[in-house]
């Protein structure tokens, strides 16, 4: 009080208020209910109002404290003795001061590793390398030259340029070889990129320029057998998966490879055409034989028919001749006519036939006459 003024009273605190008094906010927080009448607050040297010093919680400052301290203990194991992989990854677990790379690989997920220890990574999927013109490639089309033609032993084959793709794997058991022997995952992929192209430069010369359109696949069999022999035994991985994407050869002998196949192309359809006249020809054949046929058939139908129409009208006519002279018989017996007389008879029919009515004088008798006068 010595220091604050003539006031010996000390302004009371939210704890020294009478039970059941609950202060106002305000109050509580500049330390009372305020002065009584006659007192004043105590003033510093200076003149500035005091204040009574604010407290707050409930008293578990401590809980908090221990929570803060529990969570940055948890933080700092998490970063400092954990480590985190992809799915599709492996790790291989190194220590970042002595060097020392466990032999066990593992492959993704959260791990306890320890302080100043880190994975070294590499891919769990297959891995694909691409050897094309692409900007994506992992390097350009496999220059190389084919195996010599028989049909020219002096060429010492043909030059081509291989554009491929192909996809390896990584075996978790032998990881920590593939890091010994060649390093991290992107010089091991280097190392396997050079070791492919080889392969498949090599493999090319054991096929003839016809093979790479006519047995590519074959081809591509063996270029895979090849290259997964060789990056099992060098580099310890598998690969899985070959495919040729294009082949190139000079353009000179491409054209001349067009124009060879263009002329064997049209010999298949001349000989397709030879066939079809041959056919042509053929049913021209049958056509003719069959139209010899016809008509050596309708001659001689026609010469039967018309025999048979003859011996039909000789027939009518010895029919109609024997009727007759059986009807002039019976003429002359009824009318009892001679022979003259009937001569005469077939005299005046045949000249009425050619002239119409004649009429022939006969001698006249007196009286009737007989029938036969009257013929």
Same mark, same amino acid.
């Given at each position: 009080?010595?220091? /604050?003024?003539? +006031?010996? =009273?000390?302004? %009371? ?6 039970? *059941?008094?609950? !202060? ?106 691409? /050897?094309?013109? +692409?900007? =994506?490639?992992? %390097? ?6 084919? *195996?010599?033609? !028989? ?225």
């Amino acid at each position: 009080s010595s220091h /604050f003024g003539s +006031s010996s =009273k000390v302004p %009371r605190r939210i704890g020294a208020l009478p039970s *059941g008094t609950v !202060p106002p906010m305000r109050t509580s927080l500049l330390g009372g209910g305020g002065p009584s009448d006659g007192e004043r607050p105590a003033v510093g040297l200076r003149g500035r109002r005091w204040l009574p010093r604010l407290r707050g919680g409930s008293g578990d400052d401590g809980c908090s404290f221990c929570a803060g301290v529990l969570c940055a203990m948890v933080f700092a194991f998490a970063l400092f003795f954990m480590s985190v992989l992809e799915p599709n990854e492996y790790g291989l677990l190194r220590n970042s001061i002595s060097g020392v790379v466990h032999v066990d690989a593992v492959r993704g997920g959260l791990h306890v590793t320890g302080p100043f220890k880190s994975f070294v990574t590499f891919p769990a999927a297959l891995v694909t390398l691409q /050897f094309s013109a +692409s900007p =994506k490639a992992d %390097r350009a089309a496999v220059v190389t030259r084919t *195996g010599a033609d !028989p049909q020219d032993p002096d060429s010492g084959g043909q030059p081509i340029k291989i554009s491929c793709a192909l996809q390896f794997q990584f075996i978790k058991e032998t990881l920590n070889e593939v890091y010994y022997s060649l390093g991290t995952y992107e010089a091991a992929k280097q190392r396997y990129v050079l070791l492919s192209a080889n392969v498949v430069g090599n493999t090319a010369q054991d096929f003839i320029p016809t093979d790479f359109w006519m047995r590519r696949d074959v081809i591509a069999s063996q270029m895979l057998y090849e290259i997964n022999r060789t990056l099992w035994r060098s580099g310890r991985v598998m690969a899985k998966h070959f495919e040729i994407l294009r082949v190139d050869f000079a353009d000179s002998y491409e054209q001349t490879i067009t124009q060879i196949q263009v002329a064997e192309q049209q010999k298949v359809v001349n000989e397709y055409d030879q066939q079809v006249q041959t056919v042509v020809q053929s049913i021209e054949v049958m056509r003719s034989e069959n139209n010899a046929t016809i008509a050596n058939i309708s001659a001689g139908a026609s010469a039967t028919s018309k025999e048979i129409c003859a011996r039909a009208r000789r027939d009518a006519f010895n029919l109609k001749q024997g009727m007759k002279a059986e009807k002039y018989a019976q003429l002359r017996n009824r009318l009892g006519l001679t022979t003259d007389q009937m001569g005469e008879f077939f005299r005046i029919q045949v000249l009425q036939q050619n002239r119409g009515n004649v009429v022939v004088g006969v001698p006249g008798q007196a009286g009737p006459r007989s029938p036969k006068q009257e013929l």
